[in-house]
T-cell receptor, first 111, second 113 residues
Framework: DSGVTQTPKHLITATGQRVTLRCSPR?????VYWYQQSLDQGLQFLIQ???????AKGNILERFSAQQFPDLHSELNLSSLELGDSALYFC??????????FGPGTRLLVL | QKEVEQDPGPLSVPEGAIVSLNCTYS??????FMWYRQYSRKGPELLMY????GNKEDGRFTAQVDKSSKYISLFIRDSQPSDSATYLC?????????????FGKGTRLSVIA
């Protein structure tokens, strides 16, 4: 158990809908990262937050947004969902000079 | 050309074999190198974390980095069926606690009893 929690584990929704994925980092970790894993693209970095502030952005679509709250948990919002958004979404957290620890992921299926 | 290349396999070996997994990368600015293991439907789990060129050993696992060739390897000795998983190489430009990771696509390994 990495100490990173993610909810929900599974999500099935329809095209055009909006969903929110939630992540709680390890105790004391200030950095949260979101990654998307699909069969053809592998693990792709989406966005990073550090202590509530956006720190880095990857190939995140404009339909996707995220935030980190004062208690350090983070949410990833996916809107106007398309079939191609079906994937595993992982959250990872880290301390200042530590590597990243991943949560169990949320499996999103868009029908 | 992708930044990190990794043969997807699948790789199938008998129990007890030595397994060699490899990644190549194109950006010489990568400084930190990691190997993650991912079981089916689970999150990636950190196995090895290295900075400099050379070898790092942890139990049955050895990570090797050759920055001059832009090539990293993971060796698994005395492989076990429980090692069957997808192995992901990852790298970062700075200490990975502060920067996103760039991953290879992963190599699927099956160790047959």
């Amino acid at each position: 158990d990495s100490g990173v929690t993610q909810t929900p584990k599974h999500l099935i929704t329809a095209t055009g809908q909006r969903v929110t994925l939630r992540c709680s980092p390890r105790s004391g970790d200030l950095s949260v990262y979101w990654y998307q894993q699909s069969l053809d693209q592998g693990l792709q970095f989406l966005i990073q937050y550090y202590n509530g502030e956006e720190r880095a952005k990857g190939n995140i679509l404009e339909r996707f947004s995220a935030q980190q709250f004062p208690d350090l948990h983070s949410e990833l919002n996916l809107s106007s969902l398309e079939l191609g958004d079906s994937a595993l979404y992982f959250c990872a957290s880290s301390g200042f000079q530590e590597t990243q620890y991943f949560g169990p992921g949320t499996r999103l299926l868009v029908l | 050309q992708k930044e990190v290349e990794q043969d997807p396999g699948p790789l199938s070996v008998p129990e007890g074999a030595i397994v060699s997994l490899n990644c190549t990368y194109s950006n010489s600015a990568f400084q930190y190198f990691m190997w993650y293991r991912q079981y089916s439907r689970k999150g990636p789990e950190l196995l090895m974390y290295t900075y400099s060129s050379g070898n790092k050993e942890d139990g049955r696992f050895t990570a090797q980095v050759d920055k001059s060739s832009k090539y990293i390897s993971l060796f698994i000795r005395d492989s076990q069926p429980s090692d069957s998983a997808t192995y992901l190489c990852a790298m970062s430009f700075r200490n990975s606690g502060n920067t996103p990771l760039v991953f290879g696509k992963g190599t699927r390994l099956s160790v047959i009893a």
